[in-house]
């Protein structure tokens, strides 16, 4: 199968982050995925990576997301291969380039999306910065229109700025009419990160809203079925902000808090998302290297990739 002409332009992944143990018995990510455009037509999932960190910048925001993409890709095809991952299952096409600006790179980045779940492939995203959620959720929503948004957070992200940043992309999206309130949901949001003005804005919008403190009263579970409970829609995005993990588990991201959800807690709605709604589009934003402690936030973003595969393998291939 020919690739898409959207693909050409893709950065392909540097080889020697396909890790490959030595012990035949011991199966690695990187020895079953595949960076071969061939698989293309027969793989299920494709990680895309969208290493720029602009939007974060002109949000006054601690830069090195930029680097999150590569971070993320070593730990990864360091896990162990979930179990039913076939070779060729997962295809990682590279990375959008990024050296246009940034409502340019947000255009192409769309583009390869929206092709990529045109074609019926799961898609997860590797960023970057915050600002990345306007063209993924563009994308999904041009093919599967009456999707959800879930956007998992200690920020709203719907600040009005006359230039888009890593803290407007969810208001663009309300603006523009690309996504509806009733279809969006807000997990994990904390108050002190949020203006009383931005906080007002939404319940008057009608976003569905789980503020941390709601979220952490009873067990995840539970929580995620209330606030999902009247809604039968199966197609969702999820972006995952890693700033809505405490900064002891996750001290690598352009907005630390030592308040959060835990590492455990992060995989719990990670998993709720895969198993129980149809997630088409799963994106990661905000781990920045720069700022690391042992790859420990790389390692949590690659831990939850793993956790999402396991769970669509298990729940719907």
């Avoid at 290297?289 to 990739?305: G, H, Q, V, W």
Wanted: hydrophobic residues 40%; charged residues 25%.
């Amino acid at each position: 199968m020919t690739l898409p002409t959207t693909f050409e332009s893709l950065i392909k992944p540097q080889k020697d982050l396909f890790y490959h143990s030595q012990d035949p018995n011991d199966l690695r990510i990187g020895a079953v995925a595949s960076s071969d455009g061939k698989d293309y037509e027969r793989c299920d999932f494709v990680l895309l990576g969208c290493p720029q960190d602009m939007g974060v910048n002109r949000n006054h925001g601690r830069t090195g997301a930029a680097k999150a993409p590569g971070a993320i890709r070593d730990r990864l095809y360091r896990l162990a291969a979930p179990e039913g991952l076939k070779p060729g299952q997962l295809l990682d096409l590279g990375d959008i380039p990024t050296d246009q600006p940034l409502e340019n790179i947000h255009d192409h980045h769309c583009a390869v999306a929206e092709q990529v779940l045109r074609d019926g492939k799961v898609l997860i995203v590797l960023g970057g910065g915050n600002d990345l959620s306007y063209p993924d959720v563009t994308a999904l929503r041009t093919v599967y229109p009456e999707s959800l948004t879930v956007n998992v957070d200690a920020h709203l992200d719907i600040r009005i700025n006359k230039e888009r940043n890593s803290g407007t992309p969810y208001r663009q999206l309300l603006d523009e009419k690309i996504i509806e309130p009733e279809r969006f949901f807000e997990i994990g949001f904390q108050y002190h990160a949020n203006s009383s003005k931005y906080l007002s804005d939404a319940e008057s919008m009608g976003i569905n809203m789980l503020p941390l403190n709601s979220l952490l009263k009873a067990p995840i579970k539970k929580g995620l079925d209330k606030v999902f409970m009247l809604d039968k829609s199966q197609t969702c995005f999820l972006g995952f902000d890693m700033d809505v993990v405490k900064s002891s588990d996750a001290p690598g991201v352009s907005a630390p808090s030592p308040t959060g959800l835990s590492a455990e807690q992060a995989v719990e709605i990670v998993e709720f998302l895969a198993i129980y709604k149809d997630t088409r589009l799963f994106e990661i934003t905000e781990v920045n290297p720069e700022f690391d402690i042992d790859a420990r936030t790389s390692k949590l973003a690659a831990i939850l990739i793993f956790r999402f595969l396991l769970r669509c393998l298990e729940s719907r291939f």
